[in-house]
């Protein structure tokens, strides 16, 4: 039977050990003036210390699933994507939490980037966490191949970008108040969340040299994934209080946001986090992978959490 | 003769045109949702139709400097890099306006983007811009080699990130109101622009495959030219009028920032933005390279130019 809490730890004690190094140690040391050192601060608030990890356990899980060894010679490749896309998922709630977005003032159960440091040293962070996202992907030392360097930075750009979570967070912006049919709701969704989620699954994916029947099953799996990964989370911020969350909860609500809980009811919304579970499990039986098993127990997590 | 200004609007004309064409094909045409218009309306706002574009006239002049021919395999990678860097250009200084900021409302001689469209219209646009700047660096049709995407992209993120770009506009936002001396003036100066200046040099000369030589001494040319960049723009900001410059003049010292005249005094700036010219041209002169003639062009007009 497998662990999914066991193997959790396993991975995030390594996750949380890489972020704690790399979130330093590309500030060239001869640079003493106060103001990196400000910035350094606030990226490192920004990333350590919390938050699931569902992204790079996600990474990780996928490449599990396609290495024919635990320890081969991309598994640098993999952690590195692994805290690329946390950093990009910490830039993007960083600025997400801003007074002209969100104006959210606790996030992990703490401040928020901006009330702790400040407007400006929080849009710098988030700016440079997503730099920084892209350097991890490119180590100058060799240690990952040229050509796996290139598909990941081109995977992350796209998902993160004006077709990906960007473009999502646009949408969402312009639809506060609005009536949104459950079609552009879940278009909203896709890119949003989805694209990040799914991301995050193809970059771990693309450690392993995936076949072409693997690549169409994972992308179904992360889209499925994904979008459940949200439809929930709409649930949790009706059913969940906030010291639960570590965020603010009901916000959706009192912002006047369309979520699928106000779209289909609660009920419905139970209801089609389920489906798109089983559609995520049946992409993975269609994959052929044998070892997709902490992919699996994730999704499983994804959709049955409490928080 | 070389004829700068000929050469500047052959390129200019190229790359007015490719970012006309790539700020809008990464929006999947499926999605006519009205947001992601608005970002991409943004997106186009805050890079088409101004700026003067050094940063991808010197991606293209380095690398016409190391091509062996002027239209080589290599030629479509220089013109993303150009594209890419002013991307980066572009998100930065949207960024920088935002009222948290520097809270500037004119650009370009046109109202900056948050006056335009909003704060968070303005943050996201920034957001989406610096990821396109990766998304074109790693075109998904085999157009530039791996080893090439992933080689730009490791310089354009550190250019672009905390070691960088983003660096230097955190210590400029901690050094207001304080005296700095030369050499954490000079610090501030290479990370906030002259880091990006010397990338683009570098991406464009990495699609000509330079040798060790050259890439010291193109690294010494964009040191140089970076820092007399920002040396002038002190200056200019003394002796210009805002409608020349397209911006608001003046606004360093009414910021109570620290400048190089402010330091220096002004004719003590201006020999020492000649000096780093002297620097600048004798790099090309040990680099070997024999057509260098637009970077040396473009090194004498950004130490000379009246805006």
């Given at each position: 039977?497998?662990?999914?809490?066991?193997?959790?730890?396993?991975?995030?004690?390594?996750?949380?050990?890489?972020?704690?190094?790399?979130?330093?140690?590309?500030?060239?040391?001869?640079?003493?003036?106060?103001?990196?050192?400000?910035?350094?601060?606030?990226?490192?608030?920004?990333?350590?210390?919390?938050?699931?990890?569902?992204?790079?356990?996600?990474?990780?899980?996928?490449?599990?699933?396609?290495?024919?060894?635990?320890?081969?010679?991309?598994?640098?490749?993999?952690?590195?994507?692994?805290?690329?896309?946390?950093?990009?998922?910490?830039?993007?709630?960083?600025?997400?939490?801003?007074?002209?977005?969100?104006?959210?003032?606790?996030?992990?159960?703490?401040?928020?980037?901006?009330?702790?440091?400040?407007?400006?040293?929080?849009?710098?962070?988030?700016?440079?966490?997503?730099?920084?996202?892209?350097?991890?992907?490119?180590?100058?030392?060799?240690?990952?191949?040229?050509?796996?360097?290139?598909?990941?930075?081109?995977?992350?750009?796209?998902?993160?970008?004006?077709?990906?979570?960007?473009?999502?967070?646009?949408i969402d912006?312009?639809s506060v108040g609005k009536p949104l049919s459950e079609c552009q709701l879940r278009q909203m969704h896709?890119?949003k969340?989805?694209?990040?989620?799914?991301?995050?699954?193809?970059?771990?994916?693309?450690?392993?040299?995936?076949?072409?029947?693997?690549?169409?099953?994972?992308?179904?799996?992360?889209?499925?994934?994904?979008l459940?990964?949200q439809v929930v989370d709409d649930i949790l911020d009706v059913t969940a209080?906030?010291?639960?969350?570590?965020?603010?909860a009901g916000k959706d609500a009192s912002n006047d946001k369309p979520t699928y809980v106000s779209l289909l009811g609660l009920q419905a919304s139970r209801d089609y986090a389920?489906?798109?579970?089983?559609?995520?499990?049946?992409?993975?039986?269609?994959?052929?992978?044998?070892?997709?098993?902490?992919?699996?127990?994730?999704?499983?997590?994804?959709?049955?959490?409490?928080?």
């Amino acid at each position: 039977m497998f662990d999914l809490e066991q193997w959790s730890r396993t991975h995030l004690d390594r996750v949380e050990r890489a972020l704690d190094r790399w979130v330093t140690a590309e500030i060239p040391s001869g640079l003493n003036h106060g103001a990196p050192a400000q910035l350094v601060d606030a990226m490192r608030y920004a990333v350590l210390d919390g938050g699931k990890r569902l992204r790079p356990l996600l990474v990780l899980a996928a490449y599990e699933a396609l290495a024919e060894s635990p320890a081969n010679a991309e598994d640098g490749a993999a952690l590195r994507a692994a805290c690329a896309v946390e950093l990009i998922h910490a830039y993007s709630l960083v600025h997400d939490d801003m007074p002209c977005m969100d104006n959210d003032v606790l996030r992990r159960g703490k401040p928020t980037v901006h009330v702790r440091f400040g407007q400006a040293s929080a849009l710098l962070a988030g700016d440079a966490l997503q730099a920084l996202a892209f350097e991890l992907l490119t180590p100058q030392n060799d240690t990952v191949a040229p050509a796996l360097q290139a598909r990941m930075c081109g995977l992350l750009a796209r998902a993160a970008g004006s077709a990906g979570m960007a473009g999502g967070q646009a949408i969402d912006l312009a639809s506060v108040g609005k009536p949104l049919s459950e079609c552009q709701l879940r278009q909203m969704h896709q890119l949003k969340t989805g694209a990040l989620l799914q991301g995050s699954v193809m970059m771990g994916a693309a450690c392993g040299e995936p076949s072409a029947q693997v690549v169409t099953a994972l992308k179904t799996f992360g889209a499925a994934l994904g979008l459940a990964f949200q439809v929930v989370d709409d649930i949790l911020d009706v059913t969940a209080d906030s010291s639960t969350l570590g965020k603010t909860a009901g916000k959706d609500a009192s912002n006047d946001k369309p979520t699928y809980v106000s779209l289909l009811g609660l009920q419905a919304s139970r209801d089609y986090a389920q489906s798109l579970l089983r559609e995520a499990l049946d992409a993975l039986d269609a994959s052929g992978l044998t070892h997709a098993h902490a992919l699996r127990a994730l999704a499983d997590m994804v959709v049955n959490r409490s928080c």
